[in-house]
């Protein structure tokens, strides 16, 4: 398959900012800065880093944003003209780099949004590397949820069912009997779950987080790097051609090629970049090599994660329920009363599981809407709130709650952010914490029916 998959994709308007200019500084600042990158590596305990389809440019595949990616040039009713197959496409220097940095502990995970397999292929462990958009080389079946290694890119998109039996074997020793799926994920399909988690439990817990080749625009990936900042005050860098969402966050912008970046960084390192190596890429070995997460490392992750950041900050939310006899229709109001800090992805998942577990309708989400008083009145009224709406229908599916709840969650987080440029942090905090947030629900009303939970939060 040539390397523009985004052909095999669904047809979906939002697609960002496109063909941005691109930015470069002159040769003495990048060394400058590339000193200062290296100085906050050495002297950070944990150090994350996010990739894009800009590291994988000078691979041969073409980028998505960028004056000559693949939507800006689909906006002008043209194609890339470099298109090499996935399966000739080998790592570039800094894939090769970060694989040597994760061998020497210098960072300690990568989450990428990158489908081309070439973190996969430079070899690294799969314990160090979250792929939030899928994997061209990786199958997965849709029995035991095993991942496993393909010698060859998938032949679809969309986590199509590709007619191949698991390999896998149940506890009795015969086999799974499962079939493989791709695990490239279409617009509306939920992010792996473990891979989520592990990219937001290692974000929330870095000092550090380097962004290499992104711009930032896609949710829930492009926002995981301001965690860093947010739970851990910790340090954002990011290294782009073109300007990104959260440059006005960062603690150092660097505008080159990421390739130059990585290279001279190693020279400062003293460490030489290795060559791609086939007998590490576990596409090219004779076995058929398993690419699951353990579940012990997402305990692991889970567990540090609630140590570091959780401490006692806890978030009330409530759920209330109304049903309307004649229409059938269940009304969800969801009030989030938040003592501290944003919502996480993590947040995400649980709110929707905690929606699903109380509906017992068997509810298919149809559609979920969610509301949130505007940024003034945020600011004026001194709460926020989402308000959800759940309406039950047959043959329904999770993807516009998760596409919209990951929008509406920005959007407060945004709004957050931007009150905390304004100074007015302090305030939102105090107002809070005090008694008049706490939301009225009508629990007398014998139709509706009012559920607490408390979740950890950050
Ligand atoms: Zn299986």
Sequence with gaps: MSCNYADGLSPYDNKGKLGLSEEFDSEEEVNRKVDILAEWIQNSNHVVVHTGAGISTSAGIPDFRGPNGVWTLEAKGLKPSINISFDDAVPTKTHMALRKMIDLGKIHFIVSQNIDGLHLKSGVPRKYLSELHGNMFIEQCNHCHRQF????????????????????????????????????????????????????????????????????????????????????????????????????????????????????LMKKFNVPIPDYNPELDPTKGSEKNEWTIPESEVKLMRKLYEEKCCKSKRKKIKLEKSKDEDTETVEHKLDIQRENGNFSQLNQRELLDFIKSESKEGLKHESI???????????????????????????????????????????????????????????LNQTECSENFVPELKASDSKSQVVEQNLIVN
């Excluded at 959800?388 to 920005?410: A, F, K, M, Q």
């Design 149 to 264: 290694v393909r010698k060859t890119a998938t032949t679809s998109v969309g986590q199509k069912n590709l007619q191949i039996k698991c390999p896998g074997l149940r506890l009795n020793g015969r086999p799974c009997r499962g079939d493989l799926h791709d695990v490239i994920l279409d617009w509306e399909h939920n992010l792996p779950e473990k891979d989520l988690g592990l990219a937001d439990f290692h974000s929330c817990l870095a000092d550090l987080s380097i962004c290499l080749g992104t711009t930032l625009q896609i949710i829930p990936s492009g926002t995981l790097p301001l965690n860093t900042k947010k739970f851990n005050n910790g340090r954002l860098v990011i290294c782009n051609l073109q300007p990104t969402k959260y440059d006005k966050k960062a603690n150092l912008v660097i505008h080159t090629y990421v390739d130059d970046i990585m290279i001279k």
């Design 369 to 427: 809407k969610l509301e949130q008083t505007n940024e003034q009145e945020i600011l004026e009224k001194k709460l926020t709130s989402i308000k959800s709406e759940v309406v039950t229908e047959e043959g329904t599916n999770d993807l516009n709650v998760i596409r919209d709840y990951n929008n509406v969650v920005s959007d407060i987080n945004n709004v957050e952010n931007r009150a905390n440029d304004n100074g007015e942090k302090e305030l």
